[in-house]
Each structure stands twice: as structure tokens, then as C-alpha cells.
């Protein structure tokens, strides 16, 4: 199970480094579908198999064709041009505040004394469960979000028609 | 064989460093934005690693509305990049600069 593990996470870190440092951007949103599925696939070892189908469907479905339809809408053939000044500034500075982060976020990590794991409770499976609390003690933010996903679809639309009259 | 809670903490930790990189050293908005999915991925991932340790399902129900938070942002962040484009026929963020004077 680790050596699945490490598989995955190697490559959900190659592909991730790839999506980086490519230079199309087309090429980038393909290897982040690779990322997504191997998350996938950790998520399935981390007996989340409700949330692992969530995210082949929704971010590697849904949300990257919606990226993909963009690149070639907008018809971006070129690799990323050079800029028209220099940016190393931006590069060292956005390089050292990444790590500045990572430091952080270690840091934090290490801070933190967990207590120990507990057995899995027996009965339910993981979409039960989840659909269980999803409409008991989480009704309220769960209907919030279909609120939420209206407001998006009418902002996206508002934002991406050509005239506003 | 389990995966220690540890272990999906420093691929969390390490997928959202990548995503800071991309977002602090890229000139495309539309690669920014996807680094920026991908830092919501790794925080998915811290969840989904603590739900399984804690046994418990609360920290599923978060990354399910953290999806949805992903969806709603991509669909208008890109009909922003959609409407920028129409205007000034660039995606390089050090050129969108309409907000300055």
C-alpha cells in the first residue's frame, strides 16, 4: 500500500513540476489531469472512494475541459512569449517567498502533537456516510452551495457575453 | 500496510509549494489559475489524509465543498480571463494593467 502511495505521489509531484514549468499552456492543463488522477488515486488509498470519483469527475472532467475549451477558444498557439522586461526579480523573489511558504507550512506541520488514530467504526460505507451527514449536519451549507453555484453560472455568464446593454 | 497521516501531510505540503511557484513565477494567467486548483488540491489532500486517520467523514464533507467552491471560482475566473481577452488581446498578467491610472 505505501509502494502505491509513493507511486502516486511521484507522480502527482513530476506531473505537478511539469504543469510549472511548461511552457503552452495547453501542455500544462494535460499533465494537470494526470495530477488529478493520481490525487485520485491517493484519495482511493485514503478509503475516500466517494471523493475520488468526485474528482475525476469534476476536476479532471468538468473543470479542465472548461480550461482546455478556454486555451483554444482564445487561440493561444504560441508558446509563452518573452517579456517585454526584465523579470528575474519576479522569478528570485517568487522562488524564495515559495519557499518562505514551504518553511512555514513545515513548520506548522511540525508543531502539531496528534492524538492517536482511532479505529474505523463499523457499519457504513464511505457514500453513506457521506450522503448520512451531508443531509443532516450539513443541510445548511450544503443548500448554501447551490446557491453559490447560481451565482456563479450567472456571473459567468454576465462576465463572458460580448455586449452589456 | 497503512499510509501514514505523515506522509499525505508532506505531499500536501510539497503540491502546495508547486502551486505557489506557479502562481508567484508565471506570466499566464490561465497556468496561474490552474496553479491555484492545484493549491486547493493539496489542501483536498491534507483533509482527505486527516478524515482517514481520524476516521472520521467530516473532513470528506469539506473537500466536497471545497470542489464546489473550485467549480464556481473556474467558471467565473475564466469568464473574466474571456472578457480581459476581448479587451486587451493578452493573458500575460504583467500586461493587464487597466486597474492602474
Known amino acids: 500500500m505505501q509502494i502505491i502511495f509513493f507511486i502516486l505521489a511521484g507522480v502527482a509531484l513530476v ?70 522586461f526584465m523579470h528575474l526579480g519576479q522569478k528570485v523573489g517568487g522562488i524564495i517567498l515559495a519557499v518562505f511558504t514551504v518553511l512555514l507550512l513545515i513548520y506548522g506541520v511540525m508543531q502539531v502533537v496528534l492524538p492517536p488514530g482511532k479505529a474505523a467504526p463499523p457499519g457504513l460505507g464511505n457514500t453513506e456516510s457521506i450522503a448520512r451527514l451531508l443531509f443532516t449536519d450539513y443541510l445548511l451549507p450544503f443548500e448554501v452551495t447551490s446557491v453559490l453555484l447560481l451565482v456563479a453560472i450567472v456571473g459567468a455568464v454576465v462576465l463572458a457575453k460580448s455586449k452589456l446593454k | 500496510m497503512v499510509v501514514p497521516v505523515s506522509y499525505y501531510l508532506a505531499l500536501s505540503v510539497a503540491l502546495f509549494a508547486l502551486g505557489v511557484i506557479g502562481v508567484l513565477i508565471r506570466r499566464n494567467v490561465l497556468v496561474i489559475l490552474m496553479c491555484i486548483e492545484m493549491m486547493l488540491n493539496a489542501v483536498n489532500l491534507a ?34 480571463i474571456v472578457a480581459i481577452f476581448r479587451n486587451r488581446a493578452t493573458v500575460y498578467v504583467d500586461e493587464f494593467n487597466i486597474l492602474k491610472w
Open chain 1, 15 to 84: 506531473t505537478g513540476g511539469l504543469v510549472v514549468f511548461q511552457r503552452h499552456p495547453l501542455r500544462s492543463a494535460l499533465w494537470l489531469i494526470v495530477n488529478f488522477f493520481a490525487v485520485a488515486g491517493i484519495y482511493l488509498l485514503a478509503h475516500a472512494e466517494f471523493i475520488a470519483a468526485i474528482q475525476v469527475i469534476v476536476y479532471a472532467g468538468a473543470i479542465m475541459v472548461l480550461f482546455l475549451f478556454v486555451i483554444m477558444l482564445l487561440n493561444l498557439r504560441e508558446p509563452e512569449a518573452e517579456a517585454k
Open chain 2, 47 to 80: 483533509f482527505i489524509g486527516f478524515a482517514d486517520y481520524f476516521k472520521a467523514v467530516d473532513g470528506q464533507m469539506f473537500v466536497f465543498f471545497v470542489m464546489t467552491v473550485a467549480a464556481a471560482e473556474v467558471a467565473v475566473g475564466l469568464a473574466l
